[in-house]
Structure formats: C-alpha cells, structure tokens
C-alpha cells in the first residue's frame, strides 16, 4: 500500500510540474471535474459509502472492492477529506501523467491541506476520481 501511495505521489507531482494551464480543459470540464469532487465529499459527510464509491474510477474500485471498504480507509487516512471544515478549489492542471486538480481543505483538525486529486474519464466519458494525495499547503492560516 505505501508503494502505492509513493506512486501516486509521484504521479501526481509529475503532473502538476509539467501541466499546463486549466484553459487546457473547457468550462464544462472544470466544472464536471469540481462537481465531481463536491459530490464525492458530500456523500463523505453523510457516510454514503455506496454514493461516494461511485465517483472513483474504475481502477479505485477494482481496489477496494466494496463502499464500505473505501470508506474506512478515507475516515481513516483522510480526514481532511472526510470531513472538511472548508474547501476551495484552486489550480487544475494537464499533464502528461494525467489531469490534476487541486483543493485547499481545512481539516477537522484546523490544518490546511492540499488534496491533489487526479481524474480521468471512465469508458462513457465522465470524469472519476482515480487518486487523492494531501500535502501542506503552501498558503498559511485559513
């Protein structure tokens, strides 16, 4: 699992080193993508496993197996993410690894918190969510 989480780091960092700009991506697009993200951490606040797994791609899924699997592991590993005092999305970036799009999150602990999430559209072509990486934001105070 930790080489998972180290691959997924780099992936992401490769994406957003070498991305372009969010112009890259139509309105629609952006939107879909934060709308996607919005409705997975929704369905978090309200422990909707089955509403929240919905919206991880194909490969997240296939991990985890089932809801309440994916579940746990985020009230366990993210709680920022979980439960989020406030979020804003911030940069949206194309990169050769993939598209990243990057959310600001307080905690529940106060702490703010980069979440990097990785997208990538799913056979019908809408947008899911195939990663989450946090780490400190670089703006201070919330």
């Not at 070498?18 to 997975?40: E, P, Y």
């Not at 985020?74 to 911030?90: D, I, Q, S």
């Not at 690894?97 to 799913?122: H, I, K, W």
């Amino acid at each position: 699992m930790r080489r998972r989480a180290v691959a997924a780091l780099l992936f992401l960092c490769a994406a957003i080193g070498h991305g372009h700009a969010q112009s890259d991506l139509s309105a629609a697009d952006r939107m879909a993508i934060q709308g996607v993200i919005t409705r997975q951490i929704d369905a978090f606040r309200r422990d909707d496993a089955e509403a929240a797994f919905a919206f991880a791609s194909p490969g997240i899924q296939a991990q985890f197996g089932t809801p309440e699997r994916f579940l746990d592991m985020v009230r366990r590993a993210y709680p920022a993410v979980h439960r989020p005092r406030a979020m804003e999305f911030t940069g949206l970036r194309l990169g050769d690894g993939g598209t990243v799009q990057e959310v600001e999150l307080v905690g529940p602990d106060g702490a703010l918190q980069l979440a990097l999430y990785s997208m990538e559209r799913d056979a019908a072509g809408a947008w899911r969510i195939s990663g989450c990486v946090l780490v400190p934001s670089a703006r201070v105070g919330t």
